[in-house]
């Protein structure tokens, strides 16, 4: 159901995306996690596209979008926010995970006018905790810039007071589906979300940090029964 393998141009850079759907359907738009693509929503974004237009995209020095060799969260929200400006996207559906997670909640939190509703999975904004870094594996062509993994463990690791703060003037109702006990993401961080936004439900699917892959099914169930009772 994949319409086309699009780019658009943001700030010296241009991003890639998967379009899915009706052009004047609704929008919504998905958005990857670390070391992942467009390709990773395969399952749910034709769900999606049954009633709106989906674009997935590739965020900066993933798939096949420009590797600047500069990253950080907030440099992937100003993309996103400048991607969705070019098209002239606005009151879209917007989906996160993990580190597309960090990025949903700061385009929500910056252009309320962007979001209608908001959906992460498994995420909140960067705190304190040792993440070892990962070491680049040998003789693999990747299909990202390396130079993205130390980047963002640098910054996730370290609370950004700012990044919690901003969750308070999120105006989109959002859903926040946490992974469980087997999760790397502590509960109470999740709670803490809960507790920040002003209209957010958690619904906690025992599938790990990968939920949509761990249990699709469910996943899509969650996302789109909630979808549906928004509308």
Known sequence: MTLSRMRVPVDGIELAYDEYGRRDAPPAVLLHALGEAAEDWADLAPRLAVDHRVLALDLRGHGDSDRPGEYSG??????????????????????????????????????????????VEDVCPPYDRERPLPQRPEGVELPFDWDVVPAIAAESGVTDRAAWDALA????????????????????????????????????????????????ERFAEAVLGWLADRR
């Open 169 to 216: 003037s999120i105006e989109a109702p959002t859903l926040l589906v946490g992974g469980g006990p087997t999760s790397h993401v502590p509960a109470e961080r999740l709670d803490e979300v809960v507790e920040r936004v002003p209209d957010c439900t958690l619904v906690t699917l025992d599938g790990g940090h990968h939920v949509h892959r761990a249990e699709p």
């Open 74 to 119: 907030a440099l992937m929200a100003d993309d996103v926010v400048a991607a969705l400006d070019a098209l002239e996207v606005r009151d879209a559906v917007l989906v996160g995970h993990s580190l597309g997670g960090v990025v949903a909640f700061r385009v929500a939190a910056a252009r309320p006018d962007l979001v209608s509703l908001l959906v």
